[in-house]
């Protein structure tokens, strides 16, 4: 038996809880997540981290073969995979001994907070980094749990593949993206580069208030268009910043807005509009806002474009 053979069968023998006749999806989908990780180019070590990236996809998964009485807890089977002997979980430094004497994750910040990452087998990984055994592999799982969702699954995964081949073609051309570019993708996988894309930079941190808050795959940030989308179809990363819900608002309805100090782009600040009341609860905070640095990723390559700040600084001054 071949080694991808044996994992595939391994992967159609999972220790999994049973209700109702069927095995609960946790397992399965963890590891529908972790192959559409590597889909997205954004698995390339054996280390899986505990976080938005995995979790985002494990949701999309999971809202299509949950049952009625499964909840939404992917602690658990990133926990307790580990059962399968093809999943190592590696502590959190200083938290070896807890997590030996760990026999459940309780909740995803308990786990987060004595598990580093796990890892799979090296011959598994081995396998996982090529598309053509990620088929397989893929397959297997889903003809054995969820082969009545199969079209809708296989449909999530070509998604997904999308999104990760144009990822892969921005990383290689240095993230240098024409306007226009994803006009014949889909709006989903359009919307989806662009965004995660976007609030990774940032490393899901608001340019203008820094908050950054993460739970599952819930995130505070969106990815919002420096010159709106609907007048320049423009989805290359440098016309995108992230902004916490409030100040996306703010940008999109003219009250502030990132530009050049004193004409230096090395150099942004936030501007804001005239005519506030710094007497009145809220625009107070708003004001406050005023030539303060704009938060800017550290790859250097993703940074807002002149034409992008000119256009924001212009919504802005239009509003004015």
Not at 95 to 119: C, G, H, I, T, Y
Request: hydrophobic content about 40%; some cysteine.
């Amino acid at each position: 038996m071949s080694g991808l053979q044996e994992y595939c069968g391994r992967m159609q023998a999972l220790h999994c809880d049973q209700h109702e006749g069927r095995p609960r999806p946790h397992k399965a989908v963890m590891l529908l997540a972790v192959l559409s990780l590597a889909d997205n180019g954004q698995l390339v070590e054996n280390k899986i981290p505990y976080g938005p990236e995995l979790l985002e996809l494990f949701k999309r998964f999971f809202a299509v073969v949950r049952g009625a009485t499964d909840q939404c807890t992917p602690w658990n089977p990133f926990f307790f995979l580990k059962s399968e002997r093809f999943w190592h979980l590696h502590a959190v430094p200083g938290k070896e001994a807890v997590l030996e004497a760990m026999d459940a994750p309780r909740s995803a910040a308990k786990l987060a907070s004595v598990v580093a990452f796990a890892s799979l087998d090296e011959d598994l990984f081995a396998l996982v980094a090529q598309p053509a055994s990620r088929v397989d592999l893929r397959m297997a799982i889903i003809d054995r749990y969820f082969s009545g969702q199969r079209a809708t699954l296989l449909a999530l995964c070509g998604e997904e593949r999308d999104i990760g081949r144009m990822r892969e073609t921005w990383l290689a051309e240095g993230y240098r993206v024409g306007r226009g570019e994803l006009e014949g993708a889909s709006d989903i996988v359009r919307s989806a580069v662009f965004g995660r894309v976007v609030r990774q930079a940032y490393d899901y941190r608001c340019a203008a208030c820094r908050v950054r808050f993460l739970y599952e795959d819930i995130m505070l940030v969106d990815a919002a268009h420096l010159a709106p989308f609907s007048e320049s179809h423009d989805d290359s990363p440098q016309n995108g910043m992230a902004l916490c819900k409030n100040h996306h608002w703010l940008m999109d309805t003219g009250i502030i807005a990132p530009g050049p100090k004193g004409g230096d782009y090395d150099d942004l600040r936030w501007f804001v509009r005239k005519g506030l009341d710094g007497e009145i609860e809220g625009q107070r905070e708003v004001l406050q806002l005023a030539d303060k640095t704009v938060v800017l990723p550290r790859d250097t390559r993703l940074r807002p474009k002149r034409d992008a700040i000119d256009r924001r600084m212009s919504i802005l001054a239009e509003a004015c």
